[in-house]
């Protein structure tokens, strides 16, 4: 077992007092109508219902939505990218083309030293959406036939380690360094088997799991009447991403001036990055908080979430007052470069954008 296994195994970060919270798996329509009139409020506030559009205003639409993850990484620096896992990507041609298109990836993983398994995912997406582990080029044929055509796709280095994290940063555009205004751990669920139960059961029967099992049945409906051996674990979910099933824990308590001046300086690496989250991924607790060892596998700008809200141990009312607090930096740092010159994006552009968004990821291949 690695070390950040064994140390978040003995620790209450693994061992909440809830399995969830009682608002965890609440329809995202009620669970944010709040959220969206407080955002409706401080549009008001600040005359500009599209002010966070320029929160980060070198990003497209600040990264409220629709941003690429390839002009996200290659808009890093030299030295920046050095903390990015490694990846390559194309543009899927017409289906006539599959072949052509796994063969023009391969080559491309192979030069730049990539060996399965690999992380296929697509360009633009939120929430995990089409994510999957492939492990041979027969898997990712098989993921390339399923992506859209026209759409970008990433193959990217598989970090092997236990520990994922996702760090929440933000910098005024006044201020001399940034905070970390969040860091949360995701914890992958998995079952054990018995030797009798089959894998729908023992999903069903799993006090979290089960609380949410449309999250799992789907992605192993190949395989809900197989019998794991007893003692043979089974993981659920590969993607970690809290409406894909990843579970989280609250790791605002880890958070240290080393990893907090890290996250500044490589925050830093990206022109006009203010406001946003890295998810990581690390296979030490110690060497996470000296602010070394880890590697950044996405960032994304103002769509992102602090995650640390989905804590089974969480309170609504502490959920709600950080969202809104997340929101206002949101706007405030809008407001700060509106008064440096810089302008809003428009309504129909963000709408079409957001919808863009919302059509691929109807189109993406299942997330695992």
Same mark, same amino acid.
């Given at each position: 077992?690695?070390?950040?296994?064994?140390?978040?195994?003995?620790?209450?970060?693994?061992?909440?007092?809830?399995?969830?919270?009682?608002?965890?798996?609440?329809?995202?329509?009620?669970?944010?109508?709040?959220?969206?009139?407080?955002?409706?409020? *401080?549009?008001?506030?600040?005359?500009?219902?599209?002010?966070?559009?320029?929160?980060?205003?070198?990003?497209?639409?600040?990264?409220?939505?629709?941003?690429?993850?390839?002009?996200?990484?290659?808009?890093?620096?030299?030295?920046?990218?050095?903390?990015?896992?490694?990846?390559?990507?194309?543009?899927?041609?017409?289906?006539?083309?599959?072949?052509?298109?796994?063969?023009?990836?391969?080559?491309?993983?192979?030069?730049?030293?990539?060996?399965?398994? =690999?992380?296929?995912?697509?360009?633009?997406?939120?929430?995990?959406?089409?994510?999957?582990?492939?492990?041979?080029?027969?898997?990712?044929?098989?993921?390339?036939?399923?992506?859209?055509?026209?759409?970008?796709?990433?193959?990217?280095?598989?970090?092997?380690?236990?520990?994922?994290?996702?760090?929440?940063?933000?910098?005024?555009?006044?201020?001399?360094?940034? *905070? +970390?205004?969040?860091?949360?751990?995701?914890?992958?669920?998995?079952?054990?088997?018995?030797?009798?139960?089959? =894998?729908?059961?023992?999903?069903?029967?799993?006090?979290?799991?089960?609380?949410?099992?449309?999250?799992?049945?789907?992605?192993?409906?190949?395989?809900?009447?197989?019998?794991?051996?007893?003692?043979?674990?089974?993981?659920?979910?590969?993607?970690?991403?809290?409406?894909?099933?990843?579970?989280?824990?609250?790791?605002?308590?880890?958070?240290?001036?080393?990893?907090?001046?890290?996250?500044?300086?490589?925050?830093?690496? +990206?022109?006009?990055?203010?406001?946003?989250?890295?998810?990581?991924?690390?296979?030490?607790?110690?060497?996470?908080?000296?602010?070394?060892?880890?590697?950044? +596998?996405?960032?994304?700008?103002?769509?992102?979430?602090?995650?640390?809200?989905?804590?089974?141990?969480?309170? =609504?009312?502490?959920?709600?007052?950080?969202?809104?607090? *997340?929101?206002?930096?949101?706007?405030?740092?809008?407001?700060?470069?509106?008064?440096?010159?810089?302008?809003?994006?428009?309504?129909?552009?963000?709408?079409?954008?957001?919808?863009?968004?919302?059509?691929?990821?109807?189109?993406?291949?299942?997330?695992?």
């Amino acid at each position: 077992m690695s070390d950040v296994a064994e140390t978040l195994r003995h620790s209450d970060l693994a061992s909440p007092q809830r399995v969830a919270s009682p608002f965890e798996f609440w329809p995202a329509a009620l669970f944010y109508a709040p959220v969206a009139a407080y955002w409706a409020w *401080q549009a008001l506030r600040y005359r500009s219902i599209t002010l966070p559009s320029i929160a980060n205003p070198l990003m497209e639409y600040g990264g409220l939505c629709g941003e690429s993850k390839i002009d996200l990484f290659e808009s890093m620096s030299p030295e920046g990218r050095k903390w990015l896992a490694p990846y390559v990507s194309i543009e899927r041609g017409p289906s006539a083309r599959l072949a052509e298109d796994l063969a023009r990836l391969l080559a491309l993983a192979e030069e730049a030293g990539l060996a399965f398994p =690999l992380v296929a995912k697509p360009d633009i997406g939120c929430h995990g959406a089409g994510v999957q582990l492939v492990h041979d080029s027969d898997e990712l044929r098989r993921y390339l036939a399923a992506f859209p055509s026209g759409a970008r796709v990433l193959l990217q280095f598989l970090v092997k380690c236990e520990g994922e994290a996702g760090i929440f940063y933000v910098r005024r555009p006044a201020e001399r360094t940034g *905070q +970390i205004f969040s860091m949360t751990l995701k914890f992958f669920p998995q079952v054990t088997g018995d030797g009798t139960s089959t =894998l729908k059961k023992l999903i069903l029967e799993d006090p979290r799991a089960g609380r949410a099992p449309h999250l799992y049945l789907g992605r192993h409906a190949a395989r809900l009447n197989w019998v794991p051996a007893r003692g043979e674990r089974v993981r659920l979910v590969f993607a970690g991403n809290h409406c894909k099933g990843a579970a989280f824990r609250d790791g605002r308590d880890l958070i240290t001036p080393a990893l907090t001046e890290r996250v500044d300086w490589l925050a830093r690496t +990206i022109p006009g990055f203010h406001f946003g989250r890295f998810d990581v991924r690390f296979s030490s607790l110690a060497e996470l908080r000296a602010g070394h060892g880890f590697t950044a +596998i996405e960032f994304n700008g103002g769509g992102s979430e602090a995650i640390h809200i989905w804590d089974p141990d969480m309170q =609504l009312t502490q959920a709600y007052r950080d969202l809104f607090r *997340q929101v206002h930096l949101l706007f405030e740092i809008g407001a700060s470069h509106r008064a440096r010159g810089y302008v809003p994006d428009s309504i129909p552009a963000l709408a079409r954008s957001w919808l863009h968004e919302r059509m691929l990821k109807h189109s993406y291949p299942m997330t695992q």
